[in-house]
């Protein structure tokens, strides 16, 4: 068995990849410890960064740390360790998100390190796509990748899929009219500007103005313009897809954020950009009626838009010593 502890390098490094990962309105709700006694990485909730008007569950703060945790997980592995992970450790700790033990190097790693080229090549696109279908065995891809990590994939379609649109746009009409969500909103787009540049959604990843077209594309700008947008015409035929879970607990969200962040890195490989459209899912009397109507299966816990197109600026993150305490 070849077994080797990670040096500092290593660990800022493997800490480096997972805050590579999205999260709403690029907050970053996540801190790090790693104890080199016994190789083992803790995430941790951060709830300074939490957003009680548009996430009061915390779901999608926890969805945010799943895709970091996921991005862990490929960074391990491309550094040659097996990461071994549970999920909520300690019941007295809600904060206490995950472990990641740091095992040998023989083991079984589950494939995922192919997807590390992914990890920074990964952005979020707010610009128009090319009416350009995405081919069945890349959605078949898709798919699989979201059942690996206990979640399943959908691609909604005929009414569900005019349904789901209705409501994001229902739902952003209705942040516009909420003067405390605008404000939280606010303090994660334009508030970026009176700041270092570390996190939030700035300006210039804002992208056009939406002229034409019916993808779900949210307006950062909110009901005041931004300096140097101009128009564009989307997609008339937006292809979405839907990150469901059984089950809706933190737990579910965690692994949602985990398939999440598994489907983007291979649609990336795959050449695919992607967005979020997360609207619907930020009120709970429409988070419902995301569900498909003839299965009526589980909790839709992420809308993914898809296609092929720009692949969106690099937004800005937070100083890998801001989010990482190491024991010794």
């Known amino acids: ?7 500092k390098v ?10 590579a990962a999205p999260s709403m309105h690029n907050a970053q709700p996540w801190r ?15 709830p300074t960064r939490a957003m009680p008007r548009a996430d009061p569950t915390t779901r999608g703060l926890h969805i945010g740390c799943g895709a ?8 391990a592995a491309h550094a040659r360790l097996r990461p071994v992970t549970r999920l909520l450790p300690d019941p007295s700790d809600p904060n206490l998100l995950a472990t990641v033990r740091l095992d040998d190097t023989d083991g079984p790693t589950d494939g995922i390190t192919v997807l590390h080229p992914a990890i920074h090549d990964r952005h979020t696109s707010r610009y128009p796509f090319a009416d350009r279908r995405v081919p069945t065995e890349v959605r078949h891809a898709l798919t699989e990748a979201s059942r690996l990590e206990g979640a399943e994939l959908t691609f909604p379609a005929g009414s569900h899929l005019r349904t789901v649109l209705d409501l994001i746009q229902d739902a952003e009409g209705y942040g516009h009219m909420d003067a405390r969500r605008e404000a939280e909103t606010e303090r994660w787009t334009r508030d970026t500007m009176t700041r270092a540049p570390v996190d939030g959604v700035p300006e210039y990843a804002f992208g056009p103005i939406k002229r034409g077209g019916s993808a779900p594309v949210r307006d950062f700008a909110g009901r005041t313009p931004a300096r140097g947008r101009g128009l564009a015409d989307f997609e008339d035929r937006p292809q979405l897809a839907l990150v469901r879970t059984a089950r809706d607990s933190p737990a579910d969200w965690l692994r949602a954020g985990q398939a999440l962040e598994r489907v983007l890195l291979i649609a990336t490989l795959h050449g695919l950009s992607t967005s979020f459209a997360t609207q619907a899912l930020e009120w709970p009397e429409l988070r419902w009626i995301l569900r498909d109507p003839d299965s009526g299966r589980g909790h839709v816990q992420m809308v993914i838009r898809l296609g092929y197109g720009p692949t969106g600026p690099r937004t800005p993150r937070r100083p890998v010593p801001h989010v990482l305490e190491v024991e010794d």
């Not at 290593?10 to 805050?19: C, K, L, Q, S």
């Open 1 to 7: 068995m070849s077994v080797h502890t990670p040096g």
């Open 10 to 19: 290593a660990v800022a490094e493997i800490v480096r990849d997972a805050t």
């Open 32 to 46: 790090f410890h790693y104890a080199r006694g016994n190789r083992t990485f803790s995430l941790y909730a951060d």
């Open 68 to 75: 970091a945790l996921f991005n862990l997980r490929v960074a």
